[in-house]
């Protein structure tokens, strides 16, 4: 189950009871990183027996107690952040290109041909940035003996103990990426069995198969999105747009239809606060309060296929 | 003449008096008709007179009486989302006296009193500025610290944004007229929303105060000392702040924008960020007479040698200025001087004064570069 923002009407206590989920229900709080463990409110709206899964601090516990570790993880990030930004600065020049040749005036097929091939570059390089991420990811993990690792697998064994006796998981929303690098410490999605999930802002990006950075309105730049990293994949095609209220442009067409197809086959939803996106085996089953945007640059109510 | 003004007199029988007092409280002034402004004053006066502030332009233009009535106007030009700091200069036989619009409830502050204001289409007080009750709000605490270099104490406010822990480090803002900007520019009220939309990090900010800012603030080596080894030592050792310079900064707005430029010149690297709005950089280049008085002869002794050899002594700089302002022409000319450094610098201009709203509208846009704020990286 993905979820709108639920700071303000959190509606997942009554998505909760609505699919019949008593609980136990693992907790996800990692992306609040040092207020991991102010979930009181949280635990609150649930209702029902939780357990934290304290992501956050059992990764401290892992940097402290293995220091070899730490700093191979280290070495990782730095990398990391550095292929983010040459991507940004790559990307950025597309998407440049893209604004200009859209702005030029030419006969319309020509138009039409240049600025698919301007798109193309741009879904290129966001694949190729995908793939470098993932194979940085492997290669680390290689190297390392990740989950041979005598503290990540004792964390790891712990958790496997959790999860088995909960009967869903829910994942908050927050930093995406201390979210993620945590998830793939402790080999999460492996973990993961037939809990149901409910994850919603951060938490529903890091779920989905791809996390796409946003904000069409930034204090600086022209606000363009990008891929950050793959995500736990448990649900597919699906690109999670939370915040839509203050992170999208929806009444601009040109941006709106960019999104889209640059993410096209998968479904650019916005996720209104209070919205819900019900996926069940893997399809989605119901919607409520989602639009999607259109590669004509129109968004519309997310409706469920028949 | 404005078209409504026009059609009232066009339609107005003999009690037009009347008629102008309805029109009139019906309305605010000045009238803003797209690019046409419309000043209005009332009352018994031999002439009155339009005095703005616009540097370099004509100021002093007369305003126009309806005959009849003790109704004066006057039609200007005005651009789009500019602010024109303006007051009336009313004449009674000899007797001259400059005085704010009483039709007009909009206010331009700075540091030596306030001027009206004239708001051209389309401005608006940006949405960031406004308090908004989503936004977790941070703390403000009086803190007094005994200065060394002064020999005596200087008093400040320490903001703590929300959700304040003492196991995470923070950047250090540090403010001069503290106080002003928190009033005037709504300062608290900015961070808090800044901090909230994610657009800049979780910050500290110290807002610092002077009895005495025209000559703290004009290079002088004390002030300079007191913030750089006494004020920003003693936040470090109570609260968890980054000791990096690019965690570290100064900001400051008129003489506050030359307190901040001086103390990184007397500290280089040590403030790796720097926001100096309207900064009173005057210089001279040849000779060293100018037109700006006493007070100014410490700061145009300083900027002279800063720009005979300007060196980086920070690693960015965000300057801004209103074009209407006489510091244009200065600030416009330290910006490729601090360019040549090497050190990383934006310019921003406003089609606005010199004002505390003004350095108000501008401190996102500051802020926001000079600390990336996480956005793109968080979603609650």
Known sequence: MLLGAQRFDSTLGSVVRGIACEGPIAIITAGWREREDEDGELRAHLECETVNLNLYQRASDVWRRDPELRQAHRAKQTTLRHKQDFYRIRLEYELEANHVIRQRRAPPEILAEEEAASLAAVRILDAYHLDQIRQLHEKFEAEVGLATRPVVAEHREQLAEQLAGCKGIAIAGGHVASMLNRMRLFGLRELIDDQAIFAWSGGGMVASDRVVLFHDSPPQGPGASEVLDAGLGLVSDIVMLPHPETRLRLDDAARVSLLARRFDPAACLALFAGAHVHVHDGAVVGASTVERLATDGSHTPFEVAS | MTTQ???????????????????????????????????????????????????????SQPLERIDGTDLWHLEVEIPPRSRVEYKFEVRRGDHNKWIRDPLNPHLARDPFGANSVLQGAGYEIPDWTRHDPKARPGTLEALTIASEAFGQPRHCKVYLPARFRRTRRYPLLVVHDGSDYLNYAGMKIVLDNLIERLEIPPLIAVFADSPDRLHDYANDERHARFVTEELA????????????????????????????????????????????????????DIGHQHHRGALFDPVVRFMNAFREAPTAVSERVFVSCGVYESLIYENRSLVPLLDETGMQVRFVEARDGHNWENWRDRTREGLSWLFRGPLMMIYE
Not at chain 2, 22 to 30: E, G, L, N, Q
Not at chain 2, 237 to 261: E, K, Y
């Open chain 2, 5 to 59: 003004l026009r059609a009232l007199l066009a339609s107005a029988g003999e009690d037009i008096r009347e008629q102008l007092d309805a029109w009139v409280k019906a309305r605010s002034f000045p009238l803003v008709e797209g690019k046409s402004a419309t000043f209005v004053w009332r009352g018994e006066a031999d002439e009155v007179r339009l005095r703005h502030f616009i540097f370099g332009l004509e100021t």
């Open chain 2, 233 to 284: 030592p003693r936040i470090s050792s109570a609260l968890p702040i980054l000791d990096t310079p690019a965690s570290r900064c100064l900001m400051g707005a008129s003489f506050g924008g030359v307190a901040a430029l001086s103390t990184a010149v007397r500290y280089p690297n040590y403030w790796g960020r720097l926001l100096l709005q309207s900064g009173s950089f005057a210089f001279t």
